[in-house]
Every structure is written in C-alpha cells, then in structure tokens.
C-alpha cells in the first residue's frame, strides 16, 4: 500500500451537521459540498451503537451496547489479554434538581469533579454497594462502575437519554417488579447518602452543584471487538478509545484541524477521528470553524489525492462517502 493511500472516517457530532436549507447560504461551504456530492449509506443512528458497529464489536443487538464494560477497560487500562470478568454497569454521578413535582436530571457535563472528592464519595458509598455483592469502583470522576456476577435484567436507559427529563418516569423496570423494586430502593439509598455527605455540604457552600445521585446505565460484559479495524484512532471520547484499546489499535489526541491530521497521520490505510461535541453555545459559529478548520483542508487533501477516501459518519443515522470521483458531482442540496 502506497504510503500516501489514507482513508478517513469521521465522526460528526449533530450539532455540527447544518441544516439542508441553512448550510449552502452559511459559511460552511466546504462540509456543504462534503455532504451535498457524496453517496451515502445507511447506518446506526445512536452514538454508542454507531461505534460498536465500525469497530465490529460482537454484542447482543436485541439489547443496548455494553458501554460501561468497554469505557471500563480503558479507564482501568484493559486489554483483551487481561479482559476483566463480570457484568459491567455504570453508576455515573449527576446532579437532581427539583422542579415542583418532578426530579429533573441535570446530568454530569456541567459538574466539575475533582479526583479526590470521586474517590472520598466512592468511599462513602461502598458499604451501599458490598452490602448487595457489588464491586464499586471511581477510577473517573465523572465515570463510575458497578461490577455485578451476572445481568441482573433491568432495563437501565442511557444517562443522555434522561438528561433534561423527570427522572420518574426513568427508573428500572424489569419483569420482575420486585428486581426493578430493589434496584429504585438502591438508587433511593445512595441519594440519601449523598444528602448527607460531607463533600456535597461543602460543594452547597462553595456554590458547586451538589452531586445528590447516580444513575445506572449501559450493562453488559466485554464485547469480542475485530482486531485493527483502523490503523489509528484519533479521539477524546472514552468509549472509542475503549473500543480501540480492546482492538489492539494505536490512539492518539485528536488534532486541532483538519491540516494538523494530514501531517501527523502518516501511517496508509483507515484512521478515525471522533470529533468533540463543541462547547460552544453558538451552533452555526461552530458549524462554521468546522467547515473551515477540518473539512476545508480535507476536501483539498481528496482533491489532490492525498486522502483516497472521506466518510462523514453523523449521529442522524446517515453515513456521506466522499471519493475524488463523487466531488466532481453536483447535486442541488442534500441527497
């Protein structure tokens, strides 16, 4: 293989994926002509599901992605030659907020945790845990884990999924009421713990929100994951960088543009990069830095022949492969 023979895939987070009637009209002319010439495919339209496809991880799919196994390996450094045992299970810290008769979930993107205030917290609610036969774990502090025997079957939504919704209308459910029973009694418990912390009394004092609850999600054991499916995986994301360890794949952080890649990804065949969701308030302005920063030098880099391929993965369900062949097509908007 040629040592300029590269092919990209890129990870597109949805809030920089323009809208068809906005995108031609804004700056963002380089990912419009990206997305408006390219063919597309179908393809996963969840995050966690669209990853463990490009990776070939071998899972249930009656069922959703073990995550908390796969962010687990990589947070304790796991490879598939020391795979941990269990069934896996994410017990992630998040701040409830009343709202009348209603226990909003606030998530954890706006919580700053510190290292020790995880680990003293994870040492306040170990006995709630051992108590039941769980391992518990902080080895992050906004990632934490449960390590149970076997699948205690409870449905468990995604903590994205209950992000800014009634957490009532979210807690375990299960065939058996008296196992979803037990599983809200235990959530029950570790709020009341909470309560009382100290850490959460000086979080109050210092105007921090309080970290009052967990919420569990993601379950399963370590998936089989395709060995090298990329030849590099440039990411910041946990569960991609989880896959790749598991995968035996390099990492590496992700550059700061789209020119910086082209220079630092020397090594022929398919390289990942899993874009960070932008920070910023200003969608369209983000949009725009994109188009220009990532998708301008890359669109040039397929012109030339120095990138063979380009596939814009998008959390919409839709994957847009881009070739030098595809860029001389003229489509008037989306396909």
Request: include cysteine; aromatic fraction near 8%; charged fraction near 15%.
């Amino acid at each position: 293989m040629p040592q300029t023979q590269r092919h990209l895939s890129l990870f597109v987070p949805a809030q920089l994926h323009p809208a068809p009637a906005s995108a031609a009209k804004s700056g963002a002319k380089a990912l419009h002509t990206l997305l408006s010439r390219a063919q597309t495919s179908v393809c996963a339209a969840s995050h966690e599901r669209l990853l463990f496809d490009v990776f070939a991880a071998e899972y249930d799919k009656t069922m959703p992605p073990p995550v908390a196994a796969v962010t687990h390996a990589y947070d304790a450094g796991i490879s598939n030659d020391s795979a941990g045992t269990g069934w896996w299970l994410r017990a992630d810290p998040v701040s409830l907020r009343p709202d009348g008769d209603r226990l909003l979930m606030l998530g954890n993107h706006a919580l700053s945790i510190r290292a020790d205030e995880a680990a003293a917290l994870g040492a306040e609610l170990s006995d709630v845990f051992t108590a039941r036969g769980f391992a518990f774990s902080t080895p992050h502090p906004k990632r934490w884990y449960l390590r149970l025997t076997q699948d205690p079957c409870v449905t468990l939504p995604a903590l994205d999924a209950v992000v800014g919704h009634d957490i009532m209308h979210h807690l375990p459910q299960a065939q058996d009421a008296r196992e979803a029973a037990r599983w809200r009694s235990l959530l029950n418990e570790v709020q009341m713990q909470l309560h009382g912390s100290p850490i959460n009394r000086a979080r109050t004092a210092r105007g921090e929100m309080p970290i009052n609850s967990v919420w569990f999600w993601g379950g399963g054991t370590l998936p089989a994951v395709a060995p090298q499916r990329f030849v590099q995986v440039w990411s910041h994301e946990p569960l991609s960088l989880g896959l790749a360890r598991l995968g035996g794949t390099a990492s590496a952080a992700v550059p700061a543009s789209g020119a910086e890649w082209l220079q630092r990804a020397t090594l022929a065949g398919t390289h990942l990069v899993v874009m960070d969701p932008p920070a910023a308030a200003d969608t369209e302005h983000c949009v725009e830095d994109f188009s220009a920063t990532w998708c301008a030098p890359l669109l040039s880099a397929l012109k030339s022949g120095a990138i063979e391929t380009l596939n814009l993965y998008t959390e919409g369900g839709k994957v847009f492969h881009n070739t030098r062949r595809t860029l001389r097509r003229w489509f008037p908007g989306f396909p």
